[in-house]
């Protein structure tokens, strides 16, 4: 006869370990959604908080509510009377000719590294990863006396230039974007190269025709992530700019927190939001290549 008792009992244990296991997720869940809030409150906080003293006409970061009670547009007025615009304007040509220069230089360097084999290659890689490791405020004084002397042979790519101050921009840039497009370029199987060598491709139109369309979203994700820091910069600007209407939009915002218009902090939130507007656009549009160019090159294939 069959051991009913036996069988029961398994039952139950199984159907015991279940609800366990159920329980264990269930509890995992609210631990995560309570994360996710807590982490979402500290993200939006600084930022609901900039937008409501854009709306506070009182002109101060310091209110006693959260919304304020009279909210007025009277600090983004103030700040369109003042070479706002010409600040933003400024910002976004420089962080598109960056963008641009960048993803061109650093394509060229990135495919060089990852399909030649040349000497000193493996020191010079290492070489541009430990030079990214400094931070630039160890080398302000270096980079002022570099572009003074530029400056004395070149004036446009010298001090208080855009030229001066793009150049400053691509040889940052050269570091991190190298390395994370030569490990998308690996990703890419050499096959596609040998088997268009064999047709009779030469080098430039692997890379033109072949290569450079599997890397497009790289190739965004680089973009993006120049336009964003060039866009956001405040310490190479602050080197190389002196006049105010060369100011970018990082500069032009500091100067409402100076004596220049006696810490005006209302119109600074108010041009912050605007100055927002841009990069979340360009995020929003573009999300979905940023998330696939990050992951795509994360796994060699």
């Known amino acids: 006869m069959p051991d009913v008792r ?23 869940l609210v631990l995560k959604a309570i ?71 650093t394509t060229l360097a990135a495919y060089s590294f990852s399909r030649f084999r040349f000497r000193f290659r493996r020191q010079l890689l290492l070489g541009i990863l430990v030079i990214q490791v400094f931070p630039i405020l160890l080398t302000m004084v270096a980079l002022y006396a570099l572009m003074r002397q530029i400056g004395a042979y070149i004036p446009w790519l010298g001090l208080n230039s855009h030229g001066g101050l793009i150049l400053l921009y691509l040889g940052g840039a050269m570091g991190i974007n190298v390395w994370l497009m030569k490990g998308f370029f690996d990703s890419i199987p050499r096959d596609i190269d040998e088997s268009a060598m064999v047709d009779g491709a030469t080098h430039w139109q692997i890379f033109w025709r072949l290569i450079l369309p599997l890397a497009r979203p790289i190739l965004v994700v680089v973009g993006i992530l120049t336009f964003v820091g060039v866009y956001s910069d405040w310490a190479l600007a602050r080197i190389v700019l002196q006049d105010n209407d060369k100011y970018t939009l990082m500069l032009g915002l500091q100067s409402f927190i100076q004596y220049d218009y006696g810490s005006n902090w209302g119109a600074f939130s108010a041009g912050a939001v605007l100055g927002a507007i841009p990069i979340v656009v360009i995020y929003i549009a573009l999300q979905d290549h940023i998330v696939g160019g990050l992951t795509s090159g994360a796994v060699k294939g």
């Open 6 to 28: 036996g069988a029961a009992y398994s039952a139950d244990q199984a159907a015991r370990l279940r609800r366990q296991k159920l329980r264990r997720k269930r509890i995992q």
């Open 35 to 105: 994360l996710a809030v807590v982490i979402l409150l500290f993200t939006l906080y600084p930022i609901l908080w900039t937008i409501s003293a854009a709306f506070n006409p009182r002109g101060g970061l310091s209110a006693d509510q959260f919304i304020p009670a009279a909210p007025s547009l009277r600090n983004f007025e103030s700040i369109l009377e003042e070479p706002f615009l010409r600040w933003m304007g400024n910002s976004i040509l420089l962080a598109s000719v960056a963008s641009v220069l960048s993803v061109a230089v």
